[in-house]
């Protein structure tokens, strides 16, 4: 892998990283599950800007002003997927450390009827889902879709015509 696709994930990761860490410590405890979401994504997006500029310091550091559509998809996909990556295991690792605060948070804004309908739907849902490994391939998906959209605009707007 090249080093600055790698450089550029790593970080977007560290980004989106301390951005959840923010965002669990500070927002979704004091506003709730609404405001604590939209930052989530938010950090997603924000961290994930590395993309234009990894395709961008290519073009101009390493290409000669130059890069080709295809170019700038396959130097876009390897920081999404080296993000990715990263956000994969702290997917995991946040459940292995904060899933019963998690768990416990999400109820905490909820009736008790509400809460009652919660825990018989996630009763009647699959064991796996409620697992580490399950969650961090959740956060995967998710950071690497939102990447590849980021990726496609990126790459549009700064390949060489």
Do not use: H
């Not at 500029?53 to 700038?72: E, M």
């Not at 109820?107 to 064991?127: F, H, L, Y």
């Not at 959740?138 to 790459?155: A, D, K, R, T, Y």
């Amino acid at each position: 892998m090249k080093r600055y696709i790698l450089r550029y994930g790593l970080i977007a990761g560290s980004i989106s990283i301390a951005l959840a860490m923010i965002n669990w410590f500070l927002i979704a405890k004091t506003l709730g599950s609404g405001p604590s979401q939209l930052v989530g994504y938010l950090s997603i997006i924000t961290s994930l800007l590395c993309v234009p500029l990894g395709i961008k310091y290519f073009k101009d550091k390493l290409n000669s002003g130059v890069v080709s559509f295809s170019q700038a998809i396959k130097i876009g996909t390897g920081i999404t997927l080296v993000t990715a990556v990263v956000m994969f295991f702290y997917g995991m690792l946040f459940f292995v450390f904060a899933g019963d605060s998690f768990d416990a948070w999400k109820e905490s804004g909820m009736t008790e009827t509400q809460v009652q309908q919660a825990r018989m739907q996630a009763a009647e849902m699959p064991d796996f889902i409620g697992t580490p490994l399950f969650q961090g391939v959740v956060m995967f998906l998710m950071v690497f879709l939102i990447g590849m959209i980021i990726n496609l605009v990126s790459s549009s707007i700064l390949k060489s015509k």
